[in-house]
């Protein structure tokens, strides 16, 4: 594989099954680069970006404990798309710099994988991947699992999916797409081993739909 084509992106609504599909790519091989995980330790008490959360959003923005206080900042930023965008400057550029740090680790050969919620939202992410992977299921699959998972209202559900690109969005920048519509984890590895194959061993492999 050429460099770029070893850079995969990972992406997929909220409730997708996103991370299942990145612990199984792991488990073959590859080098996860977990963005949301990068994101919640920059906003971790003394994280990189709680100064400057602190000074753009006021100190409300901030737990006691000197974390981003999640739950006050999700009600306000996914109701005011400015303050969102103003939450996205301070965070992105931090995570972009932290996952190249992240990816430089990977051995020659290895398959590096950007896990990135909103790849196809930010619109930053697809140059730097050589293919990008959506994860894609049902809308109401999704909040059956959110409000499983989550046990949050519909209103925030709402808010939420709603600041989310469309299915058909991601699937138009998608390279393959494997559809999580409830199958068991035998039936999802075995998708994900049979992408793992073509994109491994093809330059310029057709798009796929799993």
Excluded: Y
Aim: hydrophobic share 45%.
């Amino acid at each position: 594989m050429g460099l770029n084509q070893r850079r995969w992106g990972l992406t997929g609504g909220i409730a997708s099954g996103k991370s299942s599909v990145a612990a199984a790519l792991q488990r073959r091989g590859a080098l996860i680069v977990d963005t949301d995980r990068i994101a919640h330790a920059l906003t971790a008490p003394g994280g990189a970006a709680i100064a400057a959360i602190a000074a753009t959003f006021g100190p409300q923005a901030i737990t006691a404990e000197g974390a981003l206080d999640r739950p006050h900042m999700r009600a306000r930023v996914f109701a005011d798309a400015p303050q969102r965008q103003r939450l996205e400057q301070i965070l992105h550029p931090l995570i972009e710099l932290e996952a190249e740090r992240q990816a430089a680790q990977a051995a020659h050969t290895q398959p590096v994988v950007f896990d990135v919620p909103l790849l196809v939202e930010t619109g930053r992410w697809r140059a730097r991947v050589g293919r990008v992977l959506v994860v894609d299921c049902s809308q109401e699959l999704q909040r059956a699992r959110i409000r499983q998972r989550n046990g949050w209202d519909e209103a925030t559900i709402d808010r939420i999916l709603s600041s989310q690109a469309r299915r058909e969005q991601r699937r138009a920048c998608a390279d393959a797409v494997i559809v999580n519509d409830g199958s068991d984890m035998t039936t999802l590895d075995a998708m994900i081993g049979t992408l793992w194959d073509v994109w491994c061993n093809s330059m310029n492999p057709a798009n796929v739909l799993l």
